[in-house]
Nanobody
Framework: QVQLVESGGGLVQAGGSLRLACAAS????????MGWFRQAPGKERELVAT????????FYADSVKGRFTVSRDNAKNTVSLQMNSLKPEDTAVYYC?????????????????WGQGTQVTVSS
């Protein structure tokens, strides 16, 4: 059973940056493709970025491409999301998720393990 704990959320002005981190435990981290999702009030949870087991393949939602960067450190069992040039529409609860398997997916239903989420608020 994989446990995930996110950190790094907070309040930032538009144009600013935040770095989210997700610490994994209870499994073999290098066997899990990882994803970052977000959910704004009244909206569906949506994919932000996903990364394969080695970090060599990454996918980003169009809305964050060029501004966000996902990375992982298998030695430390962590995955990170560097968020730059933040916009008010990036305001949401951000969730870290893990798949059972090394191949990443853009589908929320393919992720078996979820963190509790961390709030990101971007003021205009």
């Amino acid at each position: 059973q994989v446990q995930l704990v996110e950190s790094g959320g907070g309040l930032v002005q538009a144009g600013g940056s935040l770095r989210l981190a997700c610490a994994a435990s209870g499994g073999t981290f290098s066997r899990n493709a990882m994803g970052w999702f977000r959910q704004a009030p009244g909206k569906e949870r949506e994919l932000v970025a996903t990364i394969n087991w080695s970090g060599g393949w990454r996918f980003y939602a169009d809305s964050v491409k060029g501004r966000f960067t996902v990375s992982r450190d298998n030695a430390k069992n962590t995955v990170s999301l560097q968020m730059n040039s933040l916009k008010p529409e990036d305001t949401a609860v951000y969730y870290c998720a893990a798949r059972d398997g090394v191949v990443p997916s853009t589908e929320r239903s393919d992720y078996a393990y979820w963190g509790q989420g961390t709030q990101v608020t971007v003021s205009s």
